[in-house]
């Protein structure tokens, strides 16, 4: 069974930065396009960034130029170098399989972003 484990979240005040990290297990890891999530309270998760197996990367309008998202397929991990932090990045952050039929969702870990 897959698992995926966030790890890297915490609190910083605006203009901080953040390095996240997903490490996945149970699944071969390097054939999928894998993406960043997040979700704040009160609202719908949605999509930050994704990665292909071949490094195309294409990230949300909102996070465009502050966020890069890499992955390293020998350790099974893919990472999301946040900077230049907002209060409206407060949320909590998943990573997980970019398709309509998702993995199990990790607990995800928490990211907010204070003025």
């Known amino acids: 069974q897959v698992q995926l484990v966030e790890s890297g979240g915490g609190s910083v005040q605006a203009g901080g930065s953040l390095r996240l990290s997903c490490a996945a297990s ?34 949300a309008d909102s996070v465009k130029g502050r966020f890069t998202i890499s992955r390293n397929n020998a350790k099974n991990a893919v990472y999301l170098q946040m900077n230049s932090l907002k ?13 309509a039929l998702p993995w199990p969702w990790g607990q995800g870990t928490q990211v907010t972003v204070s003025s």
């Not at 396009?33 to 704040?40: C, D, L, N, P, V």
């Not at 998760?45 to 292909?52: M, Q, S, W």
């Not at 209060?87 to 398709?99: G, I």
Request: net charge positive; charged share 15%; with cysteine.
């Open 26 to 59: 149970g699944t071969i890891f390097s054939i999928n396009t894998m993406g960043w999530y997040r979700q704040a309270p009160g609202k719908q998760r949605e999509v930050v960034a994704t990665i292909t197996t071949n490094w195309s990367t294409n990230y």
């Open 87 to 99: 209060p409206e990045d407060t949320a909590v952050y998943y990573c997980n399989v970019a398709r």
